[in-house]
């Protein structure tokens, strides 16, 4: 079975990880966000921010753990799939750093195609920081900008999710993803 695979992205703070667990509440199969893991592995190793310190050797660990997500979603006999951020994200990301990147990392965006993305913007009433989530709120509209011309470049048509409940934004998504 060719499983749908589709992307959650947005920038720090949208609501991603909440519509995430609502659709593993709903049985459907979610792939997590795993920066978090890599900075909470780094903070074991002595970096508190290894995405500021060392951004390529973060993204490069990062790119890796996110094409080890996309093939195990072959094992799946299920139509959708849905991912908590996706390959074109870590581009996204170094871009906001204005950091250089080898071209493996566009070839990887262009190899591991999904089939439908959905953006949430920045939402400034949801928005909060934590241990792991170093940007503000102005740095998140920042980064959902490059999200926006990231994907936008690897030619994906992207479907903007509405500011609304948990339930409803998720509801919005299971809707759109039966036309």
Same mark, same amino acid.
Do not use: A, G, S, W
């Given at each position: 079975m060719n499983s749908k695979k589709i992307v959650i992205t947005g920038g720090p703070g949208t609501g991603k990880t909440s519509i995430i667990s609502e659709l593993k509440r709903k049985s459907y199969v979610c792939f997590d966000e795993i920066s978090r893991q890599i900075i909470l592995k780094a903070r074991e190793e002595g970096d508190e921010q290894l995405f500021l310190t060392q951004p +390529?050797?973060?993204s490069e660990r990062?790119?890796?753990r996110r094409? @080890?997500?996309y093939n195990a979603a072959s094992?799946?006999?299920t139509p959708i799939l849905f991912f908590d951020r996706g390959i074109p994200d870590v581009v996204a990301y170094m871009d906001y750093a204005a950091e250089d990147y080898p071209p493996s990392f566009d070839e990887a965006c262009n190899e591991y195609r999904y089939d439908k993305v959905f953006v949430l913007a920045p939402w400034e009433q949801i928005f909060v920081s934590d241990n792991e989530r170093y940007e503000n709120f102005e740095q998140a509209e920042e980064i959902?900008?490059? +999200?926006l011309n990231t994907y936008k470049k690897f030619g994906y048509? +992207? +479907?903007d999710v509405p500011f609304d409940s @948990?339930?409803?934004?998720?509801q919005f998504i299971l809707n759109a993803l039966k036309d």
């Open positions: +390529l050797l973060f990062l790119l890796e094409i @080890v997500q094992k799946y006999e959902h900008q490059h +999200l048509d +992207l +479907l @948990v339930e409803n934004r998720t």
